[in-house]
């Protein structure tokens, strides 16, 4: 079994960074990291996404809140950012606290900072196969780690676990736009284990720690596991039982090290983009 | 094998149009609908519209401009409609003439009078399963007839043959939110016969006439035609070769007088929606 591990993925979206980077003028773009409170995964991710993107060249700022911002305090400070000329875009660490109407967040952030897909105006994009949109970083992970294995997704059957907005219903449509023929499983799914096994292609996206094994899946099948959760030990592990897959996928991804890996590359070159659109804007006005 | 003919969901809906419209002040809501030019499928389906709204009792007024209209003028007609307080929803023909770019009217039409479900806020709306947004009234049309025949979703396997924004992709969010495992079907999905024998409940939006017939149906299965093709012979047809269904499938919906008959009883409580909406705001600001 070939083991899909994210550094070959982050290493490639790195090369393709390195030359948008070089044909830039001015400063390198800048990320603003949008935390509330102090969430130990948001801490975590946080610190994460900073390294990833300044090795990558890139400036990155944090903007803390405490926890019990009211919604007003919050937003009065999040439009200063959305509006910041020197701010090319935002990663907002979410879920928010309860009394932050997230909605409201999403709908306010500008579009073309949006680097995680939140916007109203980019899931339309990404649902209507738009390539301006920006998808939720780690749903084009995914793609991402299929390409750089060399694995194509047209005509083959691609089965998701999962239908959050964040992961299974934007790579829905990202494995659409690259003529795959999609199913989407979810918790209400009779039978899970049979649809799993039509896939040529499975990406379990449930978050339920080791939910998936061999019995799920059809010899020489391709597995991408999204999952990131701690298993009764503390480790960290995927949806699916790793282990039990050799002998059976021709290939999959590890948890840790996988698909988890590669999300922060992607941002890194979700920031590239926006920084690149907003002065070809400029130029243009 | 049971027909689902559309005139049962109309009558229901006529029904629930009617109470909505009871509970009504002020006189009945409004549906502008916006044509360029004189293609006869338009005036087919103006006429068609208009009929349907009348009989529920709702007012329809007609906004036709030339074919050869600018872009501008266009745009400057369409602000006016989309801002005049006496229409309560707008239904857009389309495709449009090319001079006029689709995407900027559908990014300009106020979402709560988007009854046809174009707004890109009413696409992010659906795709997320958020009941406030319009979805097309053609994929809704599907679950309405399903509903009237008692036909429940949850569980089963739904496959959709087409992807576009009006049917396949708001089709597969409405079956999602209704938690069918859904498998999306288009022109690049390799053994499509064996794929579409895997559906519960197969919905055909292809637009090839007479594309499947019963060797693409699993013994029992629902079979819903969204197809509206002309045939050789200049007759109307589906994506479903019907008479071949008998004996085979458990029900299935004829063309015509299936899907497209519910089409405007859709829109028409979809004016009765946004009019209830809007009314509420005012009451509220």
Redesign the interface.
Same mark, same amino acid.
């Given at each position: 079994m070939e083991i899909l591990k994210g550094a070959a993925s982050s290493a490639r979206i790195k090369e393709e960074a390195a030359s948008l980077l070089a044909a830039m003028e001015g400063p390198a773009p800048k990320l603003a990291i949008v935390r509330v409170g102090e969430r130990p995964d948001d801490l975590s991710y946080e610190r994460g996404a900073t390294k990833k993107l300044e090795s990558f060249g890139l400036r990155v700022q944090s903007f803390a809140y405490p926890a019990d911002i009211s919604h007003e305090e919050f937003m009065d400070a999040f439009a200063k950012i959305n509006r910041d000329e020197d701010v090319a875009g935002i990663l907002l660490l979410c879920p928010l606290p309860k009394q932050i109407d997230q909605k409201v967040v999403a709908a306010a952030i500008d579009p073309l900072k949006d680097l995680d897909g939140i916007s109203? #105006?980019n +899931?339309?994009? #990404?649902? +209507?196969g738009d390539p301006e949109g920006f998808a939720p970083c780690t749903a084009e992970a995914v793609m991402e780690v299929l390409k750089t294995a060399g694995i194509g997704v047209?005509?083959?059957?691609v089965v998701i676990v999962g239908?959050s907005?964040v992961v299974g219903?934007p790579l829905?449509?990202l494995m659409?736009k690259e003529?795959a023929?999609?199913?989407?499983?979810?918790t209400?799914?009779?039978d899970l284990r049979a649809?799993c096994k039509?896939a040529d292609i499975l990406a379990a996206a449930a978050g339920k720690a080791r939910m998936l094994d061999e019995s799920y899946i059809r010899d020489g099948a391709v597995v991408i596991d999204v999952g990131i959760n701690v298993d009764e030990n503390g480790a960290l592990c995927g949806d699916v039982d790793f282990q039990s897959l050799e002998g059976k996928a021709a290939a999959a991804t590890p948890v840790p090290g996988g698909v988890g890996t590669v999300t922060t590359a992607v941002l890194a070159r979700h920031l590239l983009l926006a920084a690149a659109r907003a002065k070809a804007a400029v130029k243009k006005a």
């Open positions: 109203p #105006v +899931a339309a994009k #990404v649902f +209507a047209r005509g083959k059957r239908r907005m219903r829905s449509m659409l003529d023929t999609v199913t989407i499983c979810h209400k799914t009779a649809v039509e």
